[in-house]
T-cell receptor, first 114, second 111 residues
Framework: DAGVIQSPRHEVTEMGQEVTLRCKPI?????LFWYRQTMMRGLELLIY????????DSGMPEDRFSAKMPNASFSTLKIQPSEPRDSAVYFC????????????FGQGTRLTVV | QKEVEQDPGPLSVPEGAIVSLNCTYS??????FMWYRQYSRKGPELLMY????GNKEDGRFTAQVDKSSKYISLFIRDSQPSDSATYLC???????????FGAGTQVVVTP
């Protein structure tokens, strides 16, 4: 398996633009997590899904952030409109049978909002 | 105050030395403790997983949990330049809970 695949690896956008980050989890995994990593706040869980259903989105910072998982092999994290303070590395991770097991992380998307 | 405190470093050691990393936490409900390793521009990868108090050893790595002091440690013996990375501690209260990460400690092992 190729592991968790995220795209794009880097994204530079202007303030106010819509940004869509994409994730393909490991085949067969039933949990998918979106994290954000910054120097100031470290690694934070934004939202996670179980069997494509959002379970906990309490980490989503604002209504500008939304996430979807239309099927077991694809998820998106959208920011609309983007702001400079959204600049961070966004990680997607997946696991099999829950949060008690090892979550495998993708390589991340480095987002810069100017 | 953050729930999980971790010194960001950097921690520089010569090759072959023992690397000692630690985290403190405030939530006494935490029972599951993990250490992740993150290489530059990569995602974190799970290194060690411990439930409740005690020690766990895996090759050159030893994880210790002292719940009475709310303190966890990771030791790396015979450190190698390839161990140069950021090490993040993480913990949660129950098996289905949300992981709380420390800030990560950057480790540099010099040849």
């Amino acid at each position: 398996d190729a592991g968790v695949i995220q795209s794009p690896r880097h994204e530079v956008t202007e303030m106010g633009q819509e940004v869509t980050l994409r994730c393909k989890p490991i085949s067969g995994h039933d949990y998918l997590f979106w994290y954000r990593q910054t120097m100031m706040r470290g690694l934070e869980l934004l939202i996670y899904f179980n069997n494509n259903v959002p379970i906990d989105d309490s980490g989503m910072p604002e209504d500008r952030f939304s996430a979807k998982m239309p099927n077991a092999s694809f998820s998106t994290l959208k920011i609309q409109p983007s702001e400079p303070r959204d600049s961070a590395v966004y990680f997607c991770a997946s696991s099999f049978r829950g949060t008690n097991t090892e979550a495998f992380f993708g390589q991340g998307t480095r987002l810069t909002v100017v | 105050q953050k729930e999980v405190e971790q010194d960001p470093g950097p921690l520089s050691v010569p090759e072959g030395a023992i690397v000692s990393l630690n985290c403190t936490y405030s939530n006494s409900a935490f029972q599951y403790f993990m250490w992740y390793r993150q290489y530059s521009r990569k995602g974190p990868e799970l290194l060690m997983y411990t439930y409740s108090s005690g020690n766990k050893e895996d090759g050159r790595f030893t994880a210790q949990v002292d719940k009475s002091s709310k303190y966890i440690s990771l030791f790396i013996r015979d450190s190698q330049p390839s161990d140069s990375a950021t090490y993040l501690c993480a913990m949660k209260a129950d098996s289905w809970g949300k992981l709380q990460f420390g800030a990560g400690t950057q480790v540099v092992v010099t040849p």
